[in-house]
């Protein structure tokens, strides 16, 4: 009965709503429409359907059953209480600001090195900037993997040179101690995200007026003097930038962790992305791992949206300027 | 529909005792499909097989990928079924296998390793073997706990592997020493044969399930039990792994070696002793100049009985439609019957040992570097025999506690007390 009553009054609706796409005003919108529905469908069903996903699952209690059976009870909070309760889940909160804090510091610091290096000229300066873009262009796999060799205690590479150059006496045990494993991590995620900072940083610094330069020249100031008053502000719009999305990517990052320590030795580099992982896909207990990731993405939301409100001041800046 | 399904095939396992007895075997009710299938056990072959299957399993390496095709197209010629095989890495076979759970398209025949198949089995995703004509004579007691979910059958291996004390033969003859069978001459002997170069003994203590498997011929062979992972032995266990790194009888990079990277140390002769299975023999018989010899995993105190966890994959089938089930049954039926489990087994990509007791026994008298292996079987106990489904959760506290201890972080008591209370809190 309900139903019937619904259908009196969706039918009329739809009628009207026939009628009014014929309409010429009407076909200009339903081409704008058109226009838009392809990205609106793309976004439906690949973002916002996951997303919701994901959010319903963090409330249930799914677990393999779940997935033969279709039933996965409703728990309200629970899987973020018993989330919130695990020490390993805080070990996991302050190992993810470690690792980003580091990260981004690290590959900020020497991308922006090399990029003012590279911002002078000298010969060869175009073939060592595309060398410079490897770590970028390399799988992760693969790379994670060669780390994963290089930093190996006993055999590897990292500690055979430390140890005939007489810097230590024996090799660091880089992924095998609990105190290491977080730098040796943090390190390698750093070699991963410098080609980056290199890139958006020497973009930027090519787009400071050299007429700035030249007048500033012409004042007499010096090198310290010309960074910190004109390179630096004038930098500053595309740094904040850098830092943001350096942030959201590094809060997420997952394929290094994994291929170097698993999380390990004893939740040493167990971060939010591989502990999410862990309780899904090891422990089967797939409502905790999504409320996790919940978790994880209210974070890089919160990053996202100071990104956007930072990118869209950033190019009011760049506007205004010219 | 999958509900009601579920509900009426439990109805009907239930009655069929009742039915085989009251059934003269010429009536076949025709209402329930499940009906028809159980009558088989008496009727022969008047159920409708379907012509060809769908499989999944995890055998993606070179070698293993080959012999496995080799035993099912063998199979598919016997029975004139065809196999469709699919390989996938094992780390991803299970969230594989579950979303296939989720969208109703499951493999006809699935093979995933022993401790898995419980998850399974109690979510009612299984088909019981009782259903088929698939004869579970002559197999190892061993070998049919690895399938059973409680007290029935749901999944039969073909193969079945463990863990042995693997020795470098040149090491211990220029030391005049003979390869230990107590705790304590494992690490004498670790500690004997240890140079700058070359390790004393190698285990696996990664984050991942390898260390559990590493860890429990410890665990078990003290008495521990699976059901109380802070108990005195468990404890006692685990403080002799933390002592063998202490001594350095064992190096710290123990939490990082996985299994490749502990049989390429023993390969190259960078490690005297190593804890591994029976897939690397391979790999050592192709290393130049290793001379090697394997044993039981040395047990706490002389005469103690060495008890390992029974590694292996086993097949199961997941309910599907009745003439695909029918089919895979006797795929099933065919890769276990001993013809082909034996050719199967003697691959040397495979080298494992035989589910079935008979062809053991003529592989420890034919190959002697596997009389460790068939040995250890006799006395081998299921990962998820005792827990069941928990087992996944164990197995995350246990390698967390594992790698703990040996780091130093905790004391093993402390790191087996916090195990026990996440596993008690979960369950």
Redesign the interface.
Same mark, same amino acid.
């Given at each position: 009965m309900a139903a019937s009553a619904a259908v009196q009054f969706v039918r009329p609706l739809t009628r009207r709503m026939v009628r009014n796409l014929l309409l010429p005003r009407r076909r200009e919108s339903l081409a704008k429409a058109s226009f838009l529905a392809p990205v609106v469908i793309y976004l439906l069903v690949f973002f916002a359907y996951p997303f919701y996903v994901n959010i319903r699952t963090g409330f249930e209690n799914y677990t393999t059953s779940s997935f033969i059976n279709g039933v996965a009870p409703f728990v309200g909070l629970g899987n973020y209480r018993e989330v919130l309760a695990q020490p390993v889940f805080w070990q996991a909160v302050r190992n993810t600001a470690i690792l980003t804090g580091g990260s981004i510091l690290g590959a900020f610091t020497i991308g922006f090195g090399f990029a003012l290096y590279w911002n002078r000229d000298f010969q060869l300066n175009s073939t060592l900037r595309a060398l410079l873009l490897v770590p970028w262009l390399l799988p992760l796999v693969v790379s994670g993997t060669i780390f994963r060799w290089m930093l190996a205690q006993n055999v590897g590479v990292v500690n055979q040179v430390l140890t005939g150059l007489h810097i230590v006496s024996s090799g660091i045990p880089w992924l095998d101690s609990a105190r290491d494993a977080l730098l040796a991590v943090t390190l390698v995620n750093i070699w991963v995200g410098i080609p980056f900072n290199f890139v958006v940083m020497y973009g930027g610094l090519r787009s400071v007026p050299q007429e700035l330069y030249e007048a500033a020249a012409i004042d007499g100031a010096g090198t310290v003097r010309v960074f910190r008053s004109i390179t630096w502000p004038l930098l500053r719009p595309v740094t904040l930038v850098v830092v943001l999305l350096g942030l959201i990517y590094t809060i997420k990052v997952f394929d290094v962790i994994i291929l170097l320590t698993g999380g390990g030795p004893a939740n040493a580099t167990q971060t939010l992305t591989t502990l999410s992982y862990t309780d899904s896909f090891d422990n089967f207990n797939f409502g905790q791992g999504a409320a996790i990731s919940n978790l994880l993405i209210v974070v890089a939301l919160v990053f996202a949206i100071a990104y956007l409100k930072m990118s869209r001041r950033s190019l009011q800046y760049a506007v205004g300027r010219a | 529909m999958?509900?009601k399904r579920?509900r009426k095939r439990s109805t009907v396992v239930l009655a069929v005792p009742m039915l085989v007895a009251a059934l003269t075997a010429t009536n076949v009710p025709a209402s329930g499909a499940a009906i028809v299938r159980t009558t088989s056990h008496t009727d022969g072959d008047t159920q409708s097989v379907a012509s060809s299957i769908t499989e999944v399993d995890y055998r993606t390496g070179q070698g293993e990928s080959a012999a496995e095709s080799t035993a099912l197209n063998g199979c598919a010629k016997t029975t004139g079924i065809a196999v469709n095989r699919t390989a996938i890495p094992p780390s991803q076979e299970?969230?594989k296998l579950?979303?296939d759970? %989720?969208s109703r398209t499951m493999p006809d025949l699935v093979m995933v390793d022993n401790p898995n198949m419980p +998850?399974?089995a +109690?979510?009612? *995703?299984l088909v019981p073997l009782s259903t088929f004509h698939v004869s579970t004579n002559g197999f190892s007691a061993g070998s049919l706990s690895i399938g059973e979910y409680h007290g029935t059958l749901y999944a039969l291996p073909t193969v079945l592997d463990n863990l042995v004390l693997f020795y470098n033969k040149t090491m211990f003859a220029a030391k005049g020493l003979q390869p230990p069978t107590t705790w304590a001459q494992l690490k004498s002997d670790a500690l004997a044969l240890k140079t700058k170069t070359v390790?004393g003994f190698v285990f696996g *203590? #990664? *984050?991942?399930?390898d260390s559990p498997w590493q860890f429990l011929p410890f665990f078990w062979s003290n008495g521990a039990q699976l059901n109380k992972l802070n108990s005195r032995a468990a404890v006692g266990a685990l403080q002799y792994w933390v002592n063998l790194v202490k001594s350095g009888a064992s190096? !710290? !990079?123990?939490?990082?070696d996985e299994d490749t990277?502990i049989a390429n140390?023993f390969a190259a002769g960078?490690a005297a002793m190593v804890e591994t299975g029976g897939w690397n023999m391979g790999v050592f018989n192709a290393a130049k100049g290793l001379s090697w010899g394997d044993v039981p995993i040395p047990v706490p105190k002389a005469g103690d009985k060495v008890i390992v966890p029974l590694g292996g994959e086993v097949w199961m089938i997941p309910q599907t439609s009745p003439a695909k089930e029918a089919a895979a049954a006797k795929i099933l039926a065919c890769i276990t019957s001993p013809g082909p489990m034996w050719k199967f087994a003697i691959n040397p990509a495979i080298s494992d040992v035989p589910a079935r007791t008979a062809l053991a026994n003529r592989l420890a008298k034919s190959n002697p570097a596997q009389k460790a292996f068939v040995k250890s079987i006799l006395t081998a106990q299921s990962r998820a025999g005792l827990v069941g489904?928990q087992w996944?959760?164990i197995?995350?506290e246990l390698? #967390?506690a594992i790698?703990?201890a040996? #780091?130093?972080?905790?004391s093993a008591q402390d790191a087996l007390n %916090?195990a026990q209370q996440?596993v008690s809190t *979960?369950g």
């Open positions: - | 999958r509900l579920l299970i969230p579950l979303l759970e %989720s +998850q399974f +109690q979510a009612g *995703a390790q *203590a #990664t *984050a991942d399930g190096p !710290s !990079s123990v939490v990082s990277d140390l960078d489904a996944p959760l197995q995350t390698w #967390t790698q703990q040996v #780091t130093g972080s905790t %916090s996440q *979960a």
